[in-house]
């Protein structure tokens, strides 16, 4: 396992056939940082390399969230780390948790946002929808 910075990725460049980024980028604060995040997994790809980038979206009017186009796109989404149960011969209602509450920034995605995202870090769109809450993109490198 590797743990690395987005924006300073150890791997060689030009090496790899193919990327995946999944639910990295739209945790990055600004737009420039986003698109240096793409330059950076883009640069990992050899000539003919391809790379798969999931965001979160903004449009999810169906999903438990309900976030619309009409909705901030920077958002502090709260994470649940759920902790054990100290139940020490206690009654059900005097068990306590050691859950905790950490608060996660995301920037949501607009439609075509990140195809604009990939093309400002130099590389070309290939393929690209939305799935299940999240925009994705196949980028190439450009020659």
Do not use: C
Not at 37 to 47: E, K, P, Q, W
Not at 55 to 60: G, Y
Not at 73 to 92: L, S, T
Not at 132 to 143: H, L, P, Q, S, Y
């Amino acid at each position: 396992m590797i743990v690395a910075d987005i924006l300073d990725l150890p791997h060689p460049s030009h090496g790899f056939d193919f990327a995946i980024s999944i639910a990295v980028v739209h945790h990055l604060s600004t737009p420039e940082r986003r698109v240096e995040a793409v330059r950076s997994i883009l640069d990992t790809l050899n000539a003919d390399g391809r790379a798969l980038i999931y965001v979160w979206a903004l449009e999810q009017e169906s999903s438990r969230r309900g976030w619309t186009e009409h909705d901030d796109q920077d958002v502090m989404v709260p994470w649940v780390m759920r902790g054990a149960k100290n139940v020490q011969k206690a009654p059900e209602s005097d068990a306590t948790s050691t859950d905790r509450t950490f608060h996660r920034y995301y920037h949501l995605y607009r439609k075509d946002e990140l195809e604009d995202d990939v093309r400002a870090a130099g590389g070309s769109v290939l393929d690209a929808g939305y799935e299940k809450d999240n925009w994705w993109a196949i980028a190439g490198r450009v020659a």
